[in-house]
């Protein structure tokens, strides 16, 4: 599969998985993993990040230049225990979005060396994470004012 394919239905699942069609999102998610090895599919990975970080760019605006974004997930101290692949979505999305390259590839091997069933689970939190926020992104007005093109009914 070339690159220009992948990253068609890279957009595809997340057209899927925003509208909350899951069939078609894993569908499409399974046709890239059939033709991608694990480089190309951390790059797939890097393309889910790059949407989660336009989509706060989008809801937040730019951080000033010492700032870096945090995503925040409930404490396993109050009994309210996040699967790791959760942790790995939400901490993968904040090291691409804070331009930390070496955490986010640290974090893909990670998960890549899992169980294949624990890999699959962190890919499906990556996009439904990256889905969430473009949802949240769709009800709110972009941080710099500009306002969501209405729809056209």
């Known amino acids: 599969m070339d690159t220009t394919r992948r990253a068609q239905l890279v957009m595809n699942v997340l057209q899927h998985a925003v509208a909350g069609d899951y069939d078609r999102t894993m569908q499409t998610m399974g046709k890239i993993a059939e033709a991608t090895d694990r480089r190309q599919m951390y ?4 393309a889910f990040a790059e949407a989660g970080r336009q989509t706060l760019i989008h809801l937040y605006g730019h951080p000033s230049p010492e700032g870096l974004w945090a995503m925040v997930a409930p404490d396993p101290d109050d009994g309210c225990a996040q699967h790791p692949a959760h942790t790995f979505s939400l901490r993968f999305i904040t090291a ?10 640290a974090l893909y091997l990670a998960a890549a060396n899992a169980s294949p069933e624990n890999y699959g689970h962190s890919l499906t939190a990556l996009i439904g994470d990256v889905a969430y926020l473009v949802r949240a992104a769709a009800q709110e007005p972009a941080a710099d004012g500009e306002q969501p093109a209405q729809h056209p009914h």
């Open 43 to 46: 790059g797939v990975c890097r």
């Open 96 to 105: 691409y979005a804070n331009g930390d390259m070496p955490t986010c590839q």
